[in-house]
Each structure stands twice: as C-alpha cells, then as structure tokens.
DNA sequence: CTGAAAGCGCTTACAG
DNA sequence: CTGAAAGCGCTTACAG
C-alpha cells in the first residue's frame, strides 16, 4: 500500500470506511454516523475523525449513491455554455449546488432534439435528483404534459401552463420597454429579428407585435437561425431594401453580434442610419461605439431561482406548479439616442 | 408501479437488471454482457435489447461504477467558466470526454488555493479517471513535486519540468510577437500589465522581458490581481503620468478591458495616444473601433490535447511526462496601427 | 448511542 | 456463450 501525501491530500490507495473504523477503534457504522449526522457520542466522533485524517481517508461518493438512493446530483441541461447568458446562469446554479451539498452534471444540446433525449435518458441513469433544463420548443411540448421521474425546472424558456416549474425573464414586457423607448426618441418604422428555435425569441416576437400595435405602428419582423452568420445575412439583405428600417430591436446577443456587423458592411452609422437595441448586457455592448441598448437580465438571480423551485419542490412535491417571472433592466446606450431626422 | 411515457423516456421507475433479465428470459449476466461489449450470441443480444425497449430500464450509473471501480468521468478545475478561454476549453473537453463515453464534472475555484484543495479532495471521493486542471501558482508548485491518485493534465498553466502532463500556450513567444509586432511599427516605450496569480501572468511577462532586451528597449511592468476593475484602477493612473507609454501590451482579456476603459476615461485615443495589444480574441476585441490586436489562442485544440495527453496516459501509464506547448496565432488590427508622431 | 447484518444494482471471475 | 454467486463500499433498519 503505497502513500502519497501533500498538503492537500494523503492518499493512502484503497482506504474504505472498515479501515478507518479500525483505525478509529468502533464499528464501520459509527463511522458512518459521524461522517454524516447519525447520532454518535462526541468522544467517537473525535476517534473517527483523528482516523480519517490519519487514514486520508475519501468516502465513495459511488457506493454512498448506491447505498443512499440519493444521486445529490442536479442535472442541467442548456443549449451551449459558451452562451454568456448561460454560462453565467450555471455558475449560479453551481454555487447554489454546491452550497447545499449537491454537484452539477451539465450537457450542451447545441439546440438538437435528439440530444436533449440523449442527455435526458442520461439524466435517468445519473438517477439526478432534479432538473434545470432550457429547451426546445418541441421537446418543450413534450415535456409539458409528461412528468419524469425528477422534478424538472425550465429556465429561459417556458410555454404556457405545464406540468413543470419554470423560471424566465418577463419577455413581453422588456420587448415592450425596448419599442417604447424607441418610439420614445422619436423612431417610427422598427423592424424585429428574432431567432426561430426557441420560445423565447416567440415571446419576444409577440410582445414586440403587442408594442407596435399600442403604439399604432406597422409592425416589420423575420425570423433566422440563432447564429450570428444567419443574422448577418438577413440583416444585410433587409437593410439593403429601399425601405429600410430606421431602427432594429433584436431578440438576442447572437443575432445582435451579426446584425451590428451588417450594418458596419453597409456603412450605416449607429444611431444615425440605423438605431440599435437588444438583449444581455454583455461586455462588448457597452465597449463598443455607441454602447448598445440591451435589456440586462438578472442571471444570478434565473439560477437561485431555479435552485429554489427545486429545492422547494423536493420537500414539497404537491406543491403547484410554479412560474417565477423576472423583469429585465433596460440599459439605455447611445445606440438608441434620440433621432435626428 | 406506476408507469408514465413520452417520446423520450418510457419510464417504470425501480426498473431493475433482474427485470430486463426476467422479461428477456436470460440471467442478470447475460443482460449485462449484452449493454457492455461482453460475448453474447446474436440471439439473445435481441431478446435483452427488445425487455430494454419494453421495460424503459435505464442502468444505473452509480451501481454500475462502484461495481466496475472505474467512475467514467473527468474532473475539470479550473478558475472560473465565466472566462470565455475557460468557457471554450471545457466545452473542447465535455465534448472529447462525452464521445469518449465519460462525463465530466466542473469546479470553479475563484483561484482560491483552499477551493482548490477542497474540490480535488471531492475529486478524490468521486474517484475521477483523470484531472484536467488550470491552478493556481502555488498549487501548481505543489502539485508538480506531488503524484495523486488519477493523471493530472495542467492546461493553461505549467511550470518547469514537474510530474504531470501540460498543455499550454508558448506564452513567452507570443508575448514576443506582440512586441515585435509594436516595435515594428513604430513604438518604443512599451509598457506591460500582468495578472500577478497565475504562472501565465508570469510567463507573459517574462517574454516580455525577453523581447525588450532583444531590442534594446527599456521594460516598465506592472503587475494586478486578475479583474478589470485592479487593471483599470492601475492603469488610470499609469496613463496620467508625465511619460506614460506609448503602447501597451496585456497579459489577459479582463485586464484589457479595465485598460481600455482607463484610456477612455483618460480621454487618449487609440492608437494615436496609446497603442493596446492583449490575449485572447473575443469578440468585443473585434467589435471595438479600433479593433484591439490580440494573440488568439487555440482553445478547441487546447482541450482537445488535454483529453488526448489523459486517454495516452491512461493507456500507458509509463509515459514519459510531455507538455504540449501551442503556439498562438496573432490577430493585428486597428489598435496598433502605424505609430504617426 | 452503538454494532452486526442486510442490501443498494450492478459486473466479473469462476465454472460449465 | 451462459448462469450462479460473490462482492464493489457504503448506509440503514434492527436489535440492544
């Protein structure tokens, strides 16, 4: 039996809970007990603990899974991490498992329905004890009149009603605070791009309708592929037409990226030629000149929640179903400056 | 036992291997021989995957790992996912890992030294099949005098010689082709601003260094903790001295964007009153006016490695120690241009 | 509070 | 190729 020891770890290979209890002088169950919250005398306690220390002793999170038929895993799925928006959504959801005890699987979808089925049997066999998911809108369906075997909480997206808690930004209203504010500063003809793969941008959509027509204006929108190529393209094209718009609203920080690069390749100027506003307070919207309006979203707060519901939903499972909706934060930049004719 | 189903899952829940067994007509062993690569006739392997099919038995993961003493999975440690280079890389190692068959799990340590000894002892109890890790300079220097009980493979950061396998970036070049670059043309009071936590900061300013001696220039350095807000705070009243520099090289994304809000608030056009170059070719580096000069590293490449050095490792544990250094590809744009006096 | 014993759901020698 | 049996490392009734 080889030893390696550091200041972080003494290992010493294949130490189980029976050595320590030798070590320590009580039976594997007392050492069971006082590594969790059995009851055991303090004196034990002390022993057992001296015997892991000098045993470097790791438990088997494998075997206490097994044991305990508790995964104390939280499953999240999400269409790509490399998204900011749900880069920072997980590192919430992380801290929040963490602090409970809990560990974190995540898988990327890349927005295929096929591998959320993948990812969601793979879920089954983790055995997790609960699911924060951002789907589709077909696997969204789906879910919404199935249960699993794990409580599910959708985040970014939901439908309407459902079986299943859900987490998202109040999307209607922060389309309606960005048309308003344009209309604000004088803007009349604003087009909408939106991408066509998840609820979110259909909300975004609808609420973006629901402005115009408050406001008597003639509504102008397309839809693309939620990539920034694809929203470079139609941008490009759209703002080529005689009647171009003379202001954009742009459901996400993708298509945002594209539409801001067919404008430069047009020679628009920003807010001159063409105002500009979008969504995600990321940092290049504020580096670049003008800074983009955008509707912030309250991540940290999307992932506590979500943790919430979960956790809320575990100790209570007939609770009802439960839809947290929060409000973005309108960023107000010069992309969206008042018009000067 | 209740049943529920959707197009995804068919699930019984406490769906057993004895069950499938029971309903394939086989024993538990032959239903296990069929799921893993074990020799099965043709026959029965249909009768076992039809009593999975109708059963919706999912195997169960924890079991299946305590049993075969081999978890399956990859632990990645590294700062923070909310840095895009980390964002990336971990996205490059899920992927390599998942058609590897294995899953990853994600610590973020904040570069917190204590965090780390804490999550590679969770590690430990995880029993991981190899560590992907980006320390911090004292562990690493630990780390490197120390075996663990799994292969560790440094990304990111390394230092000389050491146990374990590395992938890196040959950050001592691509400094040098940052000031080469500047000098080229036309700056001679180049200055340099570090992160002052990771071995990468170090390098970066060793190679600095380096290329200022090689041509005959005069170093000034600085060195920061690791967030915008310490590099803008140093670099505000860096640029408000009588001879500032006239360009200046970074050693990461987040320090730029505290340099270039610095030089905003200063007021100094760029390049004119200071010409900027760093790491890392996000896309706000692009989006800016001027573009910002960066090294662009090859984070796919960079994970890819990683996962490539622990699959070789554990198949031949003999292996010499190899450190895989990259090189990185230098992006030029606006931000150094030409130097007009 | 403590210990002996059973068992979580698999895989894998072992024997045939 | 197939099955019966043992056992991975824990936790948890059960009994005291």
Known sequence: METFSNIFIEVRMGVGIKDVAKAAGVSPATVSRALGKGPVSEELRAQVEAAVRATGYRPNLAARRLRSQDSGTIGLVVADIRNPFFTAVSRAVEDSAYRAGMRVILCNTGEDPEREALYLRHMQSERITGLIFAPTRSTLDQLSKKALDFPVVFIDRCGPG??????????????????????????????????????????????????????????????????????????????????????????????????????RARGLAIPGDLALAGFDNESWTELVEPGITVIEQPVEEIGRAAMNLLFERLKTPGLPVRKVVLSGRCVLRGSTATRTP
Chains 1, 2 share one sequence.
């Open 162 to 263: 459902g079986l299943h808690d859900a987490v998202v930004l109040d999307n209607r209203e922060a389309m309606g605070e960005l048309v308003a504010h344009l209309v604000e500063r004088g803007y009349r003809r604003i087009g909408g791009l939106f991408g066509n793969s998840s609820s979110t941008g259909a909300q975004r959509r609808d609420g973006y309708l629901e402005a115009m027509a408050r406001f008597g204006l003639k509504p102008e929108f397309r839809l693309v592929a939620p990539s920034a190529e694809a929203a470079q393209a139609e941008a490009q094209a759209w703002l080529a037409a005689d009647e171009r718009p003379e202001a954009l609203v742009v459901s996400n920080s993708l298509l945002l990226i594209g539409v801001l690069r067919a404008a």
